[in-house]
């Protein structure tokens, strides 16, 4: 079999004739930058052959490099195949980058301290011929003397039974037995020497498809001790969702399963080592994740959610043991995975319903989780409507020239002056640029309609004199950062095309909202609050976002960035066990709507396939602002 050679690390992976350059890197251990999944549309895992056999399109490749890069050997390496030994150089940045991940939780309400787990200290009579009461029982008596639940209702299991004797002897019958309430009773999860009550700690963790956060917190007092963040480790084995089943099926679920058990132990590591804490004292572990994540994690083969009529094993929040699943804790540690309400509508959206509070109010909220999927909840405390579909990758920077991820030199804010069209623009870590992220997306486009560049429709306006508007090899197009501005050598442009994708990704959300809202017999106006959950929302423009048409109209004050839901409602369900207990409630509550069987809802997604949409009645602050904005300048009105 072939082998491939990467540089500059010299990484190496005997691999099948016939298998893609990514998959080699893969096999190498190298992250590759593939937001299109591997389908050659972003254009972001440019590799160069410097020697050997492949296989590729040379005029595939000429859509996204220069002809001095094709020269150099510049090709895709998920659409370059190998037939022979191979050497092959990947420039930095088609490697996965560090990433602008969400950690922080923005204006996080205290939450009450009321665990599901306690560390009793007691002090025992020692046995004798007078009194032969078993270790066990003469253990849970004293906890019981401490206020602590019966013996009856504790479960103690045989690996704690094994060294309990010489635990209760060596320490001179003085102890810590920590006790968690699980379901049907209590569990004696240890039994430590002495006094170890000030040391008892819990970690809430979101299980990203792309990275994982973990809080640790004291449960003695509540403090927040620590909080790290890393990738999610299966991007190797594929970096959606769909390829991660796919690979799954292929004998890889095991692997999978190690995988997500190693991303949350790298932050887990990483955090008790900020917080100074032994990994062995945290006793509870809650988990976020959606559908998908958490039956990986829980090594139950998630197949049968990805065909018709796409069922997940279990839906219901469950829990385990941290030894049984890898998780770098107290091996009796609670582990416990949020419930879902479909294949689609996961425990990270149960999450972020918990953490925006929209099922504690009477008003209506609408609550928006955005990335190259989407999930939609509409509703309040008496009902609940939920969605979820594809946005395509255009949001995360796929499906766009210029596009990336929120890494480092990434464009995440631009203004376009009106007169001259000249942009302003801020980056990732203040570097100079590389490409245009999300956030930064939606703020050009919007600036673009604002300054008549782009009509409703995404067209670039040629008939403008300025020379950032102009024919591009392929597309019209419009430079936002002259080449010499950039780290990359080129300008980088947004294009008509790229337009276009990305009125298709929010024409399939802003079709989504109106679909929950028809569904429920409301209009736009009935909505109290419109919440954005994770980094993408955090980082939006609100303005910019319904000028687009992303989501239905709503004044600024009343949209709001919760920042990463999922976070923050692992927090809270680790940190009171009553709000845990209503999780299942919860999802039971949620209506799912599948929006393919929905016929009226590719209706709605070709009237939202405009600027803002076809019906300008929707959104008519939007209108006043435009039509305002081509008065200024001189242009016809759209109505005129």
Known sequence: MPTATFLPGYRKAVVPSGTTILDAARAAGLPMNVVCGGQGKCGKCLVFIK??????????????????????????????????????????????????????????????L???????????????????????????EGIEGQEGPPPNRIYAPLEVLCYLPQVLRRSGWHVTATVALVPGGYRLSSVDEGDTTG??????????????????????DGRILATASNYNRQISCGEDILSRVNFSRRSGLARLQQLAAESINESLKSASDAGGIDLEEIFEVVIAG??????????????YMIAEPYIPVVRRMLSTAA???????????????????SNFIGGD??????????????????????????????????????????????????????????????????????????????????????????????DLIAELIRACVI????????????????????????VVAWKKETSIGKDIVITENDIRNLIMSKAAIHAACMTLLDAAGLAPADIGRICFSGAFGNYLNKENAVTIGLIPEMPPECIENIGNGAITGANIALVDRRRRKELDGLARRITYIELNADPSFMDRYTSSSFLPHTDFALFPHVQQTLEACRARQGVRSWQA
């Open 199 to 220: 040391r008892l700690y819990g970690a809430a963790v979101d299980l990203g498809t792309t990275t994982i956060v973990a809080y640790i917190w004291s449960l003695v």
């Open 114 to 140: 009321k665990p599901a787990v306690w560390k009793y200290e007691v002090h025992l009579t020692p046995p004798s011929l007078d009194d032969t009461t078993p270790d066990l029982a003469r253990l849970l």
């Open 290 to 303: 959606n559908t998908v994540m958490t039956h990986l994690l829980l090594g139950i083969d998630p197949s």
């Open 455 to 478: 009509d409703r429709t995404g067209q670039i306006n040629l008939e403008i004199d300025n020379p950032r508007i102009r024919r591009g090899p392929y597309h019209p197009e419009f």
């Open 349 to 442: 959206i149960i999450a972020d319903i918990l953490a925006s509070g929209m099922a504690d109010r009477d008003e209506v909220s609408l609550m928006v989780d955005i990335g190259t999927n989407f999930e939609a909840v509409l509703g309040n405390r008496d009902w609940m409507l939920s969605c979820a579909g594809a946005a395509g990758p255009a949001l995360e920077g796929g499906e766009v020239l210029f596009g990336m991820r929120a890494n480092p030199g990434a464009i995440e804010r631009v203004r376009v002056d009106a007169g001259t069209l000249t942009p302003s623009y801020s980056t990732i870590n203040g570097i100079r640029p590389r490409g245009i992220c999300g956030s930064g997306l939606i």
């Open 323 to 341: 030894g049984r699943i890898g998780i770098a804790a107290h091996r009796n540690a609670g582990v416990y995975t949020f419930p879902a309400v």
């Open 51 to 112: 020697d050997g056999t492949v296989s590729f399109d040379i005029e595939d490749c000429r859509r996204f490099f220069s002809n001095n890069e094709i020269a150099s050997g510049a090709c895709l390496a998920c659409r370059a195949t190998i037939v022979g030994d191979v050497r092959v150089e990947v420039p930095a940045e088609s490697l996965i980058q560090e990433q602008k991940i969400l950690v922080e939780i923005p204006g996080m309400k205290e939450v009450p």
